[in-house]
Each structure stands twice: as C-alpha cells, then as structure tokens.
C-alpha cells in the first residue's frame, strides 16, 4: 500500500482509474438562538449550559421554528442557485443515540427547501467548473458525546443547533476539485453571514461518497462514505488515501464494499465503522409538530434583494470601480472581512480610482502582514475580533505620503506603531479620518519625520553622497545604471529615511 | 359514592368565592379530604399543603379585586399534563419518578383564572388504552360499580368528576380517551377542535390527533373550563390563531333548532340497544324542540379503527422513542453498555405499550410505510372529507359515544382488538381534528347482569364549533333530567 | 396479514425493546391479528396524499431566551462535572 500514497502514485491511479465523489455538508447557521427552542448557539460555553426542556427532548415539549433560520437556509440556497421550493416539509429521522434526545432527528425528507443548484469552482489551472447540488434542506443538529473507556459523557449545548444540510452531485473528479468545492462554499457562505462556517468548531462537517471507476467508462463502482473529516487540511489527505485503496482492491480483483469508514487523521487512514448488524431503518414520516413549511416566491425575492454581494460579484466591482487588477481583487475578495477593509480605506480617501491601487497594496502588505503578527483577521472590527490597524489611520498614512508629507519608508515604520483597536470602528469616518490625519501630523512633527522635499537641501546631501563613493560614481557613469539605487539609499540613510525619495532619484539622474 | 349534582359545580364555586362568601382554601380543602379518602384509585397524587397555599393566594387576589373566573374551583389533572414541581408519571414505571419543570400552558391558564389543581389522575399509560386497566399503577374503578372500568385513557380524571370529588377535571383526547370514560362514568366529556388548546405540557402520544380535553359534571362548567384554557400559543406551532369566544355563558337562551345528522354507519352491528334507544330518544327530543334531522352517510367511518391504528400508533411509537433513561426518568441499573442500557430501561413499559411500540415501528419501517402510513393518511383524509361534505347539510352529528357500557374489570384485557374496538365511535373526531362532546342521558336498564350505568350521548360538529356543540348538549343536558 | 418471529425480533430491536421469548410469540400472534384487521384499508381504492397546505407560518424570532437553571437538568440523571453520562457506546 505505502508505495502508492505517493504522488505519484496517485498520478498512475489517476490514469487508470476515475474518481467519482460527492460531498454532504453540513453547515451551522449564524442564528443567535436554536432552531426550535430560544437557547443561545455560541460556542464555547460550559457543558450543558445552555439547554431547555425543548432541546433536552423533555415530555410535552413542542419544536417551534426560528424565522432567522429560514432566511438564512433561503439566502444558502439563492446563493447556490438552487430552486427554492414554495411548500416544504419537516420530517422525523429515527435513531437512537445519547446525543440524540428525542431518538429522531426533526430534517427535510423527500421535500427539501430547495433543489437544483449548482456551485462554479475555480481550478487550478484557471478552469472553471460547474458541481450540482442536489439538494439543501434544514434540520437540527444534535449534542455531542465524549466516548471514553468507561462511557460516554454527553453534551447538549450544541443540540437543535441550526443546520442546512447541502448535498452535492457526484461530479468533483479529484480530492483537490473537493478541497476547491469546499472552500468556495466556505467563501460563499461566510460572504452572506450564513455560517462561519469554521470547520475546527465544527460549523461545518463533510461527509464524502467516494467511489472510483475505470477512465472511460460510464458505471458508477461501489462507493464507500467517509466520516470524520474535520479540518480542511484533511479533506485530500481523506479521499486521497480512499481512492487510492478502492483502486488497489479493484486492481487486485478485490470488491469494493458499500461501507462507512471514519477518518483518521493521526494515522492517516480511514477505517471501517464497527457497524452492528441493525442498518439504519430512519422510518422518515411528516413531522406533525410543524406545519409544512411555506416559502412563498415574494419571500424568496424578497430575500433575494437584500442578498449581500457574493465574492465573484465584488471582485467585479473591485476591478470596475478601484481599477484594480483581477488579481488583486481576488486577493482582497479572498475573505469578506479583507474585501470591506479594503473598501473603508478607500472610503476614508475618497477617491477610488487614484487610491485604488495604493490602497490594495497597503492592504494586501502592510496590514496583512501586521494582522499576521497580530494574530488577527483583517477585519473592519466587530463582536467577533478587533481590528489589526482601524482603516483610517492606514488612509491617514497614504495621504500623507500621497501629498508628500512624508516618505513611504517612514509610513511603513509608523504604521506598524499603531495599537489594534486605537480607533472604534463607527458610523463617523470623516471624522475619524481627520482624527488620524491630526494624530499622525502630531506625529510626524513631534519627531521630525517631515519629509525633505526642499530641493536645495536635498541637492546638498546629494553631493556629499557622491563625494564619498568616487568609484560607484564611476561605475554609473560607465553604463551601471543599477546603482542609482545605491545611490537614493545612501541619502535614504543620511536623511534617516526623511528624503523625498523621487525628488532624490530626478536629482541624482540630472547630477550623474 | 357521591350521586352527581349533589357537589358544587365549578361555576357555583367560582361565583361564591368570588363574591366573598367562601373562601377559596374551603373548595380546595374539601376536595383534597375527598380525594384522600376515595378507593376508585382516581387519583396518583395530591397536592396537600402546595395546593392550599395556592387556595390563599387566590384569596389574597380575589381580596385585591381581581376578577377571577374560575376562584378557588379544584381541579383534577390527568398525569400525562405538566405541572411544574410535580411528579407527573403519565402512569408508567418509565417516568414514576419524574418531576415536571414547568407548567403545561393550559395549567398556567388554569391558575391564572384562580383555579387549583389538587392532584393528578390515573390513566392508562402513556394515555394509551380504553380502561385505565394499563396503567402501571392499577386500574381505575367505575363509581357507579366499582367492578367495572372506568374507561381511558382519562379514567381517573372521569372517575374523580363523576364521584364528585372535584366538580372538573382535565385529560387527554387522541382516539377518544376524554369522552369514552366520561360516557363511562356518566359524565360531561369534550374534546375540542384540534389546534383549540395548546399541546405544550400534554406528553405527546399520537401528535396529530392529541388534544386537552375537559370533564366535569355540567356542560356549563366543561365549556367554562374549555373557555379557559383554549387559545393560541406561542410554544405550539400547532395551534388554531386567536381566542374562541365566549362558550359557557347563555346557553340555556339558545335555540336548538339546528339540522342534526343522524349517520347510519353508527347506528349498526354491535350497539347495546339500550344505547341506541337513549340515541333515539335525544333525538326525539331534539326533533321536537324543531330540530331537523337528516340521514346521512359518513361512509368511511367504518375504517377508522384501522387508520387510527396506523397513523396514531406510528405517531405513538416515534414519541416513546425518547424515554430511554438518559436524561430523565428511570433507568435501568446494570447496563454496562449503551444499547443494553436502552433496552433494559424500555423493558419497563407497560405490555399494551410494547404492542404499540411495535406495531408503531413496523408501519414506519422500510417497505411499509406505503403501504400502511401512506394508506392511513389517505383514508384519513376520506374521513375528514366525508364531514366536510355532512357539513353543507347539517349543523351538528348525533351518535352514540361507546358501543356498549362500562365493562367489568379484565374483560377485554386479553384480547386488545376488541379493547380498541370500544373506540369506533370517538376515533372519527380524533382523525377529522373536529370537536365533539358526550352528554349523559340515562342509564341502561339495570338487569342481572349489569346495574343502571350510565349511557353518554355524542354531539359532533365543525372545526371551531364548540359553542353550537355546547349549545346542543345543554338543551340535552335539561332533557336528561326532565 | 401475518408477521413472523423474525420479523418481531427485528422490530423489537429498532424499537430498543428487549423481549422474552414468551413475549416474541404473543406479540407475533396478536399483532398479526391487528395487521390483519388493518389491512381492510385494502379494500379501499388507492389515493395519493392531498399536497400540504401550509397555514400562516407560526414563526419563531431570532432571540436567546435562556432557561433560568440549566443545571436543575443534570440533576435529574447521572451526570459529573456538567456532563450527562451514559454507559459506554460500542459503535
């Protein structure tokens, strides 16, 4: 086996063989409250803190649904381009497990809230490709239990939790198309404030159906489901390893057998579920706690025009409104905290199409490398995080450069100065603008960091520059154009980085 | 045994409380001594001390003016309806001994309008059954003869109205079980439209069917006590919207001249004649007080044992699933792992509960549910079509409530059929979500073999149409005692 | 309409019932018999299930009530350091 779990192994498999793979996912909806009960969904809390006689399955306990969840399930399924059905109904799925109290599940059976969609991915080679969804249908999620040796401790806090479950087409064809699909949904979703979509905290979980076949036939093989993959670093790693055993056994005369196998990602292999010989009998019929669920089209148009921008379609704009590059919008675009980063930088300096480009590159460098050391997101700063560095003083120091204040050396030494969370983040941004423009204008005075633009005193420590490096001068001279650069950094260095360094780069061309 | 009519109504008790005479610690104080020395085993539980505190806290309010419908009146409450601090075991081993951490909503209703329960009821359990004979904790015995059932589900809240321990009681309708042993017991029974009163706080047994309903000795007082705790709620998404208006006052000054339907397919095979002659002579009087009644057809009727036995029992089995000891409720010892735990726990339920269990389960399972789900809730909808179409002909249905009286003690215990067969009349109303309400008029004549037990006459109507059903049953009410 | 003693067993196990053999062969007797009573729906023509017809949506708002004393349900089965316990699952 280990000789093929090289890379290039798989590339011979993947020669020979076709894999056909379909993921469910499901993913945590970004409501304050559960889906059937009024109990907060944060996670993180004590154990069993945030619990109800409702979600706890207690007689006489009746599910009530939560409008927010409904909304968010409906912008899931636009945002899927999936066909949002006007009547659908709630179902009990039956099984009994500790962190499953009412011993069913209440889901959507065979009428889902939507159907039809699809989801483009972006490959790596450029390429885009189409991957159906099946089906999207909301649900509850249960608690959790803690298997020990001597038993099981069970946890109820995440309990009736909000769900949407998205099932896809069997049409990803390699494990990175899986790894594309799930962290383009991942974008979508968090873009809209579906989900966090966090698959550590579990906001979101993968259950693949794999199965392989030889290149250029139509059959689908046996396909086995693997559990378990809980981190995007996984999702290859898992269905790598599956599709090459499943090639394996085939190419050996094996059969593969319809089975669920649970990832292990400390070992690297998926094993079989010690399954007992009861199958699952889910014994689905209509919930008859809730009224079948009426999504009329006014709703869903309704819904439709509020939708917040997807991240392809604020590319776009990016590109039209900023002038930026397609890659850099992509870049930007990349999370929805760094997109409207961007853009309030942009809206402190007022003028889109000059800034556009300086600001990207701020943001894309400086404050992403600071956010880095930080250890925070690039966000505009919220409940969830502070800001790395507020928007206006990063506007606040590229028109200080822009207006030749001081040196864009200088504002990347200043720059990273400033505290996160110097600044709230509010609905005053002029304001808070000219609040920055002033601190770093005290700044800047304060430590005489004023840019030397004076052409006469620049003309000075140009000529003592030249003075001392005789053969650099030389050298330049004779055709090294090169070393114009040595030359703008050495009056860099003597000015202590203060010299206008275009205004010194004109000078030293005229001299030379 | 205490003769019906000699005890206080509700409505007088409320009036008298009200007003100052009494105070509301007296009405309560005498229905807890009467509860403690009954032997029908009505009741699993008393309040004691809690449900006097609560009689003077109605005192304190009523002395600070508030006007409070039902002041002071005690209330028996079948042990599958929530009370908050009170074990409330739905008379199974499974929940003995659980304790309720809130109220039902039609409880909170209750003491809001200065009612106080005084104690729980015996049932079948899980309100599973049609004598009370399955309850974990013995068989509740008929007042009229305490050799006989009671009837069920609600055969101790039955059995405690109609002993006069307390003038009204609530329990639980999903085939029939308020009305069969209100019949029973010869007293007032209704349930009420589905949707009517909130679910929230009635242990769940067959979810599309399940209603709270109300007993109690006059049809005033049952319709007050509906008045009370019906309504939309919140914590039911099941309930009907809005409040019904006013069902309990002035019935006497309406007109019972209404078209009444008299189905043929009730009046067959199978009906004691002295039921069928009381039927007759309701109907007679009805006639003569200008009434029209019209023959029809309600031509599925028949088939409703056998579509309650899949959808209700499918729906019944699914709500069991989550009494498996890990949260609440007993469990047993000795399990040391999981799914042995969950067997050893569920081997507690009764036997009639593992039949419907089963039976539940296999309807549901793979390769059936077409065949009998899918089947019942067609039917079902036949059903519920053939009132719809009664309805453009007649304002209300006249028919018997049981088949035959009460029965003695273990009669049918063996032979469960015939034990579900004792709710041909009821189930109708369950499947169709209408309302419908059983008087008493008359007795059976008393033989050898029986004594003169009570015979209960049913009123069935359209969906929200209590206050004709009430209308009806006391124009019958006044007949039955002239 | 007749159900076998394997097919009570099977039953018996999704519904988490432990039954007696005694137990098998009455409930295979007397639910027989109630399937046979309840397949005189066959008699009746075949129908398809009206389409749902959802009422005015009793829709919850998006807001955190908590329960005043979440601890309350731990003491109601065995449980230690906030956790329900349950005896080993064997998957």
């Known amino acids: 086996m280990s000789e093929t779990k090289t890379i290039g192994g798989m590339r011979e498999v993947l020669e020979r063989w076709e894999p056909v793979i379909g993921l469910e996912v499901h993913v945590q909806l970004a409501t304050a409250s559960k889906i059937f009960c009024g109990c907060a969904t944060r996670y993180g809390a004590p154990p069993n803190s945030q619990v109800c006689p409702v979600c706890l399955g207690y007689p006489g306990t009746l599910p009530v649904l939560n409008a927010r969840a409904v909304e968010l399930a409906v912008v899931a399924a636009l945002a899927l381009g999936c066909e949002v059905q006007p009547t659908s109904v709630f179902a009990r799925k039956h099984y009994f497990y500790p962190d499953l109290p009412k011993g069913y599940q209440i889901s959507q059976y065979d009428r889902p809230l939507a159907t039809a969609g699809r989801l483009e991915i972006v490959l790596d080679d450029g390429g885009r490709k189409a991957i159906g969804i099946t089906r999207l249908h909301l649900e509850e999620d249960a608690g959790k ?54 698959m550590e905290e579990g906001s979101l979980r ?32 898992a269905l790598t390893f599956e599709i090459l055993r499943q090639a394996e056994a085939l190419g050996a005369g094996r059969p593969v057998v319809h089975e669920t196998l649970l990832w292990d990602s400390v070992r690297g292999e998926a094993r079989p579920m010690r399954s007992k010989e009861m199958s ?42 900023y002038g930026l590059p397609e890659y850099d919008a992509g870049v930007l675009t990349s999370t929805r905290g760094m997109a409207d980063y961007f853009e309030a930088v942009a809206e402190c300096l007022g003028d889109p199409k000059t800034f556009g480009k300086v600001a990207a590159n701020w943001v894309m460098g400086d404050v992403l490398k600071l956010a880095n050391e930080r250890k925070l997101e690039v966000t505009v700063g919220g409940p969830d995080g502070p800001s790395p560095l507020h928007p206006a003083d990063v506007a606040a120091h590229i028109k200080a450069v822009a207006e030749g204040k001081i040196s864009r050396n200088v504002a990347k030494d200043l720059i990273i100065e400033i505290p996160s969370g110097h600044m709230r983040y509010g609905e005053h941004a002029p304001r808070v603008l000219i609040q920055a423009m002033e601190s770093l204008a005290h700044k800047i005075e304060e430590r005489e960091l004023v840019q030397v633009s004076d052409e006469a005193a620049l003309e000075a420590e140009i000529e003592a520059v030249l003075a ?8 330049y001279r004779g055709g090294k154009e090169g070393l114009i650069g040595f030359f703008v950094g050495q009056v860099m260095r003597r000015t202590k980085g203060k010299a206008n360094p275009q205004l010194v780069n004109e000078i030293l061309r005229r001299r030379l | 045994m205490t003769p019906l009519g000699k005890r206080p109504t509700a409505a007088a008790i409320a009036r008298r409380v009200g007003a100052g005479e009494i105070t509301a610690r007296r009405p309560v104080e005498e229905a807890l001594e009467r509860a403690s020395a009954e032997r029908l085993n009505a009741f699993l539980s008393l309040r004691g001390e809690r449900a006097l505190e609560e009689a003077e806290l109605v005192d304190r309010r009523v002395a600070a003016g508030e006007r409070l419908p039902l002041a002071g009146v005690p209330v028996a409450v079948k042990d599958n309806i929530a009370v908050a601090g009170v074990v409330t075991t739905c008379g199974s081993r499974l929940l003995e001994p659980y304790v309720s951490p809130f109220d039902a909503t039609a409880i909170a209703r209750l003491r809001d309008a200065g009612a106080v329960v005084i104690g729980k009821t015996n049932l079948d359990e899980f309100a599973m059954g049609s004598s009370t004979e399955n309850s974990a904790f013995g068989p509740t015995l008929n007042p009229h003869d305490p050799g006989r059932v009671a009837g069920g589900s609600s055969g101790g809240s039955a059995a405690a109205v109609a002993a006069g321990l307390v003038p009204v009681g609530l329990g639980s309708e999903t085939g029939g079980s308020v009305r069969q042993p209100a019949a029973f017991c010869g007293a007032v029974g209704v349930k009420p439209t589905y949707g009517r009163v909130s679910r929230y706080g009635l242990v769940a047994f067959g979810s599309s069917l399940d209603q709270i309903g109300t007993v109690a000795t006059t049809v005033e007082d049952a319709a007050r006590i509906l008045e009370t705790i019906a309504g939309s709620d919140p914590r039911d998404a099941t309930t009907l919207p809005g409040r019904p208006g006013r069902l309990a006052d ?14 043929g397919e009730f009046f067959g095979e199978g009906l004691d004649p002295d039921i069928r002659a009381a039927c007759e002579r309701a109907r007679d009087r009805l006639a003569a007080a200008g009434a029209e009644i019209v023959e029809l057809s309600l031509p599925h009727a028949p088939y409703g044992i056998a579509v309650y036995y899949v959808v209700a ?20 010892a000795g399990a040391d792992e999981l799914h042995a735990m969950y067997e050893r726990t569920r081997a507690a339920f009764g036997a009639e509960l593992k039949r419907r269990i089963m039976l539940g389960t296999y309807v549901l399972s793979a390769g059936y549910y077409e065949a009998f789900y899918g089947k019942g809730t067609v039917v079902r ?26 029965f003695p003690v273990g009669e049918k215990a063996e032979d469960p059929l015939a034990m579900y067969l004792n709710d041909v009349y009821t189930v109708s109303a369950n499947l169709a979500g209408i309302p419908a309400v059983t008087v008493p008029f008359g007795r059976v004549r008393p033989t050898s073999e029986r004594p003169a037990l009570p015979i209960g006459v049913q009123l069935m109507g359209p969906a929200r149409a209590e206050r004709r059903l009430f209308e009806l049953a006391r124009f019958l009410e006044r007949e039955a005692a002239a | 309409m007749s159900i076998g003693a394997d097919d009570v067993r099977h039953i018996a196990r999704l519904a988490r019932l432990d039954l007696s053999e005694d137990e098998v062969q009455r409930f295979r007797r007397e639910l027989s018999a109630i399937l046979e009573y309840v397949n005189r729906l066959e008699e009746l023509e075949p129908g398809r299930a009206a389409e749902p017809e959802p009422p005015d949506q009793p829709l919850r708002e998006d807001r955190v009530v908590g329960w005043p004393d979440p601890s309350w349900f731990l003491d109601q089965a065995p449980s230690r350091d906030g956790f329900f316990l349950v005896p080993r699952v064997v998957d």
């Not at chain 1, 079948?292 to 990016?318: D, F, H, S």
């Not at chain 1, 001392?468 to 001068?473: F, G, K, S, T």
């Not at chain 2, 029992?313 to 047993?332: C, K, P, Q, T």
Request: proline share 9%; net charge negative; glycine share 6%.
């Open chain 1, 145 to 198: 239990s803690l298997h020990g040796p001597d038993g099981t401790r069970v946890d109820f806090n995440r309990c009736g939790t909000p769900l949407i479950e998205i099932v896809s087409e069997p049409d990803l064809a390699s494990p990175r198309e899986a790894y594309l699909y799930l962290s383009t949904l991942k974008r979508n979703l968090q873009y809209l404030d579906v989900s966090d979509c966090n």
């Open chain 1, 206 to 237: 993968c259950d693949a159906n794999v199965s392989v076949r030889p290149r250029g036939t139509g059959e689908l093989g046996t396909k086995t489901e693997v559990k378990n993959v809980n981190s995007f670093r996984y999702v290859e790693d």
């Open chain 1, 280 to 321: 699952h009998d889910y014994r689905y019929f209509p919930e008859p706690d809730l009224e079948p669920l009426a999504v009329p089209a006014t709703m869903v148009e309704e819904i439709r025009a509020r939708l917040p921008e997807t991240p392809a379609a604020r590319a776009e704009r990016l590109v039209k409104e």
């Open chain 1, 468 to 475: 001392v490096h005789p053969d650099e001068v030389a050298a």
């Open chain 2, 250 to 263: 002035g019935l006497d000054e309406a007109d019972p001249a209404s078209r009444i339907g008299w189905p």
């Open chain 2, 313 to 332: 029992i499918a729906e019944a089995s699914s709500n069991l699933a989550r009494y498996d000891g890990v949260r609440y409720g007993y469990r047993a």
């Open chain 2, 381 to 406: 909808a036949r059903i519920r079509g053939d009132f719809e179409t009664a309805w453009e002909r007649v304002d209300a249905i006249l028919t018997p409530t049981t088949p035959t009286p009460a």
